[in-house]
Protein backbone atom coordinates (compact mmCIF):
# COMPACT_ATOMS: atom_id res chain seq x y z
CA UNK A 1 0.00 0.00 0.00
CA UNK A 2 2.92 2.40 0.86
CA UNK A 3 4.07 2.28 -3.07
CA UNK A 4 0.31 2.30 -4.40
CA UNK A 5 1.19 6.54 -5.53
CA UNK A 6 4.03 5.42 -7.91
CA UNK A 7 2.25 2.48 -9.14
CA UNK A 8 -0.76 5.24 -10.23
CA UNK A 9 2.45 8.02 -11.45
CA UNK A 10 3.33 4.67 -13.59
CA UNK A 11 0.24 4.26 -15.06
CA UNK A 12 -0.03 7.87 -15.94
CA UNK A 13 3.26 7.60 -17.40
CA UNK A 14 2.10 4.73 -20.00
CA UNK A 15 -1.23 6.25 -20.80
CA UNK A 16 0.47 9.71 -21.56
CA UNK A 17 3.46 7.82 -23.52
CA UNK A 18 0.31 6.13 -25.45
CA UNK A 19 -2.06 8.62 -26.08
CA UNK A 20 1.19 11.14 -27.64
CA UNK A 21 2.29 8.39 -29.89
CA UNK A 22 5.60 8.15 -28.00
CA UNK A 23 6.09 4.60 -28.41
CA UNK A 24 4.81 4.73 -32.00
CA UNK A 25 8.22 2.87 -33.48
CA UNK A 26 7.21 4.34 -36.86
CA UNK A 27 7.47 7.93 -34.98
CA UNK A 28 11.07 7.02 -33.66
CA UNK A 29 11.99 6.06 -36.98
CA UNK A 30 10.89 8.80 -38.41
CA UNK A 31 12.74 10.94 -35.57
CA UNK A 32 16.29 8.87 -36.47
CA UNK A 33 15.67 9.72 -39.84
CA UNK A 34 14.78 13.47 -39.29
CA UNK A 35 11.60 12.91 -41.37
CA UNK A 36 9.32 14.63 -38.24
CA UNK A 37 9.90 17.05 -35.56
CA UNK A 38 7.19 15.20 -32.90
CA UNK A 39 9.56 12.81 -30.78
CA UNK A 40 12.07 16.09 -31.02
CA UNK A 41 9.02 18.46 -29.59
CA UNK A 42 8.77 15.65 -27.06
CA UNK A 43 12.38 15.43 -25.72
CA UNK A 44 13.05 18.90 -26.17
CA UNK A 45 9.79 19.88 -23.43
CA UNK A 46 11.08 17.07 -21.62
CA UNK A 47 14.67 17.96 -21.07
CA UNK A 48 13.15 21.74 -20.42
CA UNK A 49 10.44 20.62 -17.31
CA UNK A 50 13.89 18.47 -16.41
CA UNK A 51 15.88 21.78 -16.04
CA UNK A 52 13.07 23.73 -14.30
CA UNK A 53 12.37 21.07 -12.18
CA UNK A 54 15.63 19.91 -11.27
CA UNK A 55 16.54 23.89 -10.30
CA UNK A 56 13.18 23.58 -8.28
CA UNK A 57 14.32 21.12 -6.08
CA UNK A 58 17.58 22.43 -5.55
CA UNK A 59 16.16 25.69 -4.86
CA UNK A 60 13.71 23.98 -2.35
CA UNK A 61 15.95 21.69 -1.00
CA UNK A 62 14.07 18.74 -1.57
CA UNK A 63 15.96 15.17 -0.90
CA UNK A 64 15.95 11.67 -1.70
CA UNK A 65 13.89 8.78 -0.21
CA UNK A 66 16.92 7.93 1.69
CA UNK A 67 16.96 11.76 3.13
CA UNK A 68 19.57 13.10 1.40
CA UNK A 69 19.51 16.45 -0.35
CA UNK A 70 19.20 16.53 -4.21
CA UNK A 71 21.48 19.60 -4.37
CA UNK A 72 24.25 16.96 -2.75
CA UNK A 73 23.50 14.08 -5.37
CA UNK A 74 23.63 15.97 -7.84
CA UNK A 75 27.37 16.71 -8.79
CA UNK A 76 29.73 17.98 -11.59
CA UNK A 77 31.90 14.91 -12.38
CA UNK A 78 33.00 15.65 -16.12
CA UNK A 79 31.07 15.66 -19.56
CA UNK A 80 32.67 12.02 -20.63
CA UNK A 81 30.53 9.92 -18.70
CA UNK A 82 27.40 11.43 -19.77
CA UNK A 83 28.45 11.17 -23.34
CA UNK A 84 29.16 7.76 -23.34
CA UNK A 85 26.06 7.13 -21.29
CA UNK A 86 24.41 8.94 -24.04
CA UNK A 87 25.89 7.29 -26.82
CA UNK A 88 25.15 3.77 -25.19
CA UNK A 89 21.65 4.97 -24.73
CA UNK A 90 21.22 6.14 -28.33
CA UNK A 91 22.53 2.96 -29.64
CA UNK A 92 20.13 0.87 -27.58
CA UNK A 93 17.35 2.69 -28.26
CA UNK A 94 17.43 2.57 -32.12
CA UNK A 95 18.26 -1.22 -31.95
CA UNK A 96 15.26 -2.16 -30.36
CA UNK A 97 13.00 1.02 -31.26
CA UNK A 98 12.07 1.78 -27.41
CA UNK A 99 13.50 3.88 -24.88
CA UNK A 100 13.76 2.64 -21.34
CA UNK A 101 10.73 4.76 -20.75
CA UNK A 102 7.94 2.76 -22.42
CA UNK A 103 9.27 -0.26 -22.58
CA UNK A 104 6.81 -1.76 -19.88
CA UNK A 105 4.09 0.13 -21.74
CA UNK A 106 5.02 -1.40 -24.98
CA UNK A 107 4.60 -4.86 -23.46
CA UNK A 108 0.96 -3.61 -22.15
CA UNK A 109 0.26 -1.95 -25.75
CA UNK A 110 0.51 -5.98 -26.75
CA UNK A 111 3.46 -6.51 -27.89
CA UNK A 112 5.44 -9.12 -26.62
CA UNK A 113 8.63 -9.11 -28.12
CA UNK A 114 9.66 -6.26 -25.97
CA UNK A 115 9.37 -9.02 -22.97
CA UNK A 116 13.07 -9.44 -24.52
CA UNK A 117 14.15 -5.73 -24.54
CA UNK A 118 13.10 -5.20 -20.98
CA UNK A 119 14.73 -8.65 -20.22
CA UNK A 120 17.56 -7.73 -21.47
CA UNK A 121 17.67 -4.37 -20.06
CA UNK A 122 17.21 -5.92 -16.61
CA UNK A 123 20.64 -8.02 -17.34
CA UNK A 124 22.21 -5.06 -18.60
CA UNK A 125 21.57 -3.55 -15.35
CA UNK A 126 22.77 -5.94 -13.36
CA UNK A 127 25.83 -6.34 -15.44
CA UNK A 128 26.37 -2.57 -14.73
CA UNK A 129 25.88 -3.54 -10.57
CA UNK A 130 28.58 -6.37 -10.59
CA UNK A 131 31.19 -4.26 -12.69
CA UNK A 132 30.29 -0.86 -11.24
CA UNK A 133 32.96 -0.69 -8.31
CA UNK A 134 35.53 -1.22 -11.12
CA UNK A 135 34.35 1.89 -13.75
CA UNK A 136 35.51 5.45 -13.56
CA UNK A 137 32.66 7.65 -11.56
Known sequence: MKFIKYLLIGVLFGVTMTKSEVISWYRIQEMFRFQSFHMYGVIGSA??????MTFLMKR???QTL?????KEKISEKGVYRYL???IVFGL???LTGACPGPMYTLI???MPVFIVVVASAVVGAFAYGVV????PH
Request: glycine share 26%.
Open 92 to 94: GWA
Open 60 to 62: FRF
Open 108 to 110: GAE
Open 66 to 70: EGVSI
Open 84 to 86: FGG
Open 132 to 135: RSKL
Open 47 to 52: VGIGVV
